[in-house]
């Protein structure tokens, strides 16, 4: 755990039971050591080998100039969830490409929510959609190519 770059309070990126056992040993290291993710007090709620779920709450510093959670944020939100259903299934992936579709935006206060799936995996390659949304609406589209390394 770390502090988060706003509050300077501890904050745990796995929620409570997600991504217990030896099988995902790798995983929770990976996420112990994202210090992003842990600045953006990003949760992950839900992780298997396929999907991954998790949200965090917009905060001011997060924002643009128009007052909306900058795209970059959004992207490295995404990211995360990403990196997490790439590297489930055991050995270390990284990403070898991305791209996001900004659909709507969210603002200080507002509560982001993922979903990541995996699509299709072929060698050492996958393709992995995000799904980010706010109050159910679609704030973006994510789309990753993951490569297996042989150690990152």
């Not at 745990?12 to 600045?39: N, T």
Request: proline fraction near 3%; charge should be negative; glycine fraction near 12%.
């Amino acid at each position: 755990m770390t502090e988060t770059a706003a509050t300077g309070t501890a904050h745990a990126i796995l929620a409570p039971g997600v991504a217990e056992g030896e099988r995902f040993d790798h995983v929770r290291a990976m996420y112990e050591s994202d210090r992003m993710s842990q600045s953006l007090g990003l949760s992950v709620t839900e992780l298997s080998e396929t999907e991954v779920r998790g949200r965090f709450v917009v905060e001011e510093w997060m924002c643009n100039g128009h007052g909306t959670a900058q795209g970059g944020v959004i992207t490295t939100f995404a990211d995360a969830l990403f990196a997490g259903v790439c590297n489930a299934p055991g050995q270390p992936a990284v990403a070898a490409q991305l791209s996001v579709h900004f659909v709507s935006p969210a603002r200080v206060g507002d509560t982001v929510e993922g979903h990541a799936v995996n699509r299709a995996t072929w060698g050492r390659n996958g393709v992995t959609d995000v799904a980010v949304t706010c109050g159910g609406k679609l704030v973006a589209e994510f789309r990753g190519t993951s490569r297996v390394v042989p150690s990152v």
